[in-house]
């Protein structure tokens, strides 16, 4: 009999889960403890795969990395695969990439704020939040072709220009969204119901969450003010846009209520980045020759870091000099959360469970690859 | 301590060489040294090269209220088959979920 036999167990598919995982727990009085996690199901062998391909498909299939947020896949390996050619991109590529990263961004957070408001029992803020994802997704969808695996940021630059209409329609649902945000604040993110149950429900401190390894706006929520974004090395190109990191309440401390606060902003600052990058967009192409068609890449290794939705996502890839990468491993966000879930699920209730697996905004499809 | 060979490795970007059994060390001092300050782990990985594998870690330099600075260096392991790799997770906890997968992909053990 395992050690860990006398725990109840629930998944790996269970409607309070937010993904494919199991999670095991005592539960006194309500509440759960010695919480274990198991992960792994859904396990695709999505490197493998990637290194049995040639380079132009790599990135297409890093793209399926997180369903929810493809490009930034795309976007980590795109730029590994550039470091190893030495290639820049040009301008406008760089800025459209900005402009489709923070797109994603915001349908990614508005999807984790409509399921924590789902969990919290605002049904409205639920519809508004989907409604508004429906937007995004369908402005993604006439620029790229596609709603959610975007196949949009190759090596050399991006896959498509700006289509006719996307950039006033960007314009256009970038401004309503301000407003939808003040409905969603006004219902929901400092209604006394909301905050009674979120704060100091599911906490992290600022050390607990550096020396776990978590990154994205559940570090940010804890005043931890690291973001791939606000790189000093610049890499991505915000560096002009003056980004500077979302952070909560400044108490060193987030709880569900802080991540909730913290989405809420990165939705505003995201929709504020993209009317300015659109604003002020390079002429020129979108593309650097030197990767087109079927391309090879010199002998080496390299390092590709994007700021995805739920935190750092890192692209290692390393070549010989063949048609295929000799290794490409990312480092991807939900990992590290999977790893502090046990400490911060210890002493919640069954009925909070979801609403604070909500708020984390862990992919066990991401962290199974 | 090879001061100067990691702040050559730094301005160059290349692999900082480690002995396994001064991996701890150097992690330790990396990570405490003010001048450096490499409290993120940005990545492990490992890649199989010459019979050997090379256990790399990008480490990246943090300020007091985890903004990320400038300065990068990657530090590299070189370690047969049967090799016990030393633990990080004294240094960089967050390491663990790392090394799991290296263990999972080449058959390596961490050491604590």
Known sequence: MSATAHLDWIGPYDSRLNGAFRLGFEVDGGRMYGVEVQTGFSSRGLEGAIEQRDWSMTVALAGRLDPDASFFGEWASSLAIESLMKIDIPPRARALRIAAAELSRISSHLRCLAMMAREAGSLPVYHYCLRNRERFLDLLENWTGSRFNLHFCRPGGVARDLTDGVLEKAVQECESIVARVREINDLMTYSAVFMERTRRLASLDRAECQQAGITGPMARACDVLLDARADPLGKLGYKDLEFAPAQGRGQGRGDVHDRFVLRVREVLQSAELVRSVLADLPEGSSWNERARGKFLVPSGEALGVVESPRGMLACYCASEGKSTPARMHFRVPSSAGFGVLPSLLEGVTLQDLSLVLHSLDLSAVEADR | ?112
């Open chain 2, 1 to 112: 301590m090879q001061l100067e060979e990691i702040r050559r490795s730094i301005r160059s970007g290349q692999p900082h060489p480690v002995e396994p059994e001064q991996l701890v060390a150097t992690a330790r001092f990396l990570a405490s040294c003010e001048e450096f300050r490499f409290l993120l782990l940005q990545h492990l990985t490992c890649v199989r090269s010459k019979g050997e594998w090379r256990i790399l870690y990008w480490l990246r330099g943090q300020g007091a209220r985890g903004e990320l600075l400038p300065q990068t260096l990657t530090l590299e392991v070189d370690v047969s088959d049967d090799a016990r790799v030393p633990s990080v997770q004294a240094v960089w906890p967050g390491g663990a979920q790392h090394e799991k997968e290296i263990a999972v992909r080449s058959g390596l053990e961490f050491s604590a």
